[in-house]
């Protein structure tokens, strides 16, 4: 009985690596294409990271504005 040489088993190997690789892949492109469907548009419509910001210049933070009489530290 002949024996399997030990690249051909390598390759074997390779192969079924790729194989589950590439279905894994699909899988995750798959639910992405879900998440994304199911994925409802902020109510407003606004940038979350510019919500509430208006255009020009913005208030000071709090730690930055000073206080009667004096600064704050």
Request: charged letters at 35%; aromatic letters at 4%.
């Amino acid at each position: 009985m002949a024996q399997r040489s030990k690249s051909t088993f390598q390759k074997l190997e390779k192969e079924k690596a790729r194989q589950h690789k590439r279905k894994e892949k699909e899988a995750r492109r798959i639910d992405a294409k879900q998440r994304k469907a199911t994925l409802t548009p902020g109510v407003t419509g606004e940038d979350p990271d510019l919500a509430g910001m208006k255009p020009g210049p913005q208030p000071l933070p709090e730690q930055w504005q000073y206080v009667k009489g004096g600064r704050s530290l």
